[in-house]
C-alpha cells in the first residue's frame, strides 16, 4: 500500500495565485518538484469537503503539489520532510512567480525542456528515496 504525507499551507504568495486562479506555469527548472511542468489550481470548493478534496485529486493528476482556489497550496511526498521540501519551493516558485509578474511576465520554458528537467529530476528522486 502506498502512504503520502500532506503538507497544507497558505503561504503568501501560493494563496496569492490560488486567489487569482493562476497557476504557476513553467517559469523555472524548480518548478519540476511538483512532478510536472506547472502548478496547476484545484477549483475552488468549501474547505474540509468532499467536492474538494476530490478536485484536488483530479487536479493534482499525479504531480506532487497544486494550489487550491481561494485557498492555499497542498503537497504530498513519500515522507514528511520530503512533502515539506516540496511545499517550501512551490511556495518559492510562487514568489518568483509574482516577482515576475510585476516586471512584465516570465518568459517560460518550453514543454521539451520541462520534460528534459522532469526526467532529470525523477533520477533525482530515485536517488533521494535510497537515501
Ligand atoms: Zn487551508
Not at 518548478?31 to 468549501?46: I, K, Q
Not at 478536485?55 to 485557498?71: E, Q, S, W
Amino acid at each position: 500500500m502506498l502512504t503520502a504525507m500532506i503538507v497544507h499551507c497558505h503561504g503568501r504568495h501560493s494563496t496569492i495565485l490560488a486567489c487569482a486562479h493562476r497557476e504557476i506555469p513553467p517559469l523555472h527548472n524548480m518548478v519540476a518538484v511538483s512532478g510536472g511542468p506547472n502548478v496547476p489550481v484545484a477549483p475552488y470548493a468549501t474547505f474540509g469537503s468532499e467536492e474538494l478534496a476530490e478536485g484536488v485529486v483530479r487536479t493534482l493528476d499525479g504531480r506532487f503539489a497544486c494550489l487550491m482556489a481561494n485557498h492555499g497550496l497542498i503537497a504530498l511526498g513519500p515522507k514528511l520532510s520530503v512533502a515539506m521540501a516540496i511545499a517550501e519551493e512551490i511556495e518559492e516558485q510562487g514568489a518568483v512567480y509574482c516577482g515576475t509578474l510585476a516586471i512584465g511576465g516570465p518568459q517560460l520554458l518550453d514543454r521539451a525542456e520541462m520534460d528534459r528537467i522532469l526526467k532529470a529530476f525523477g533520477q533525482y528522486g530515485q536517488r533521494d528515496a535510497q537515501s
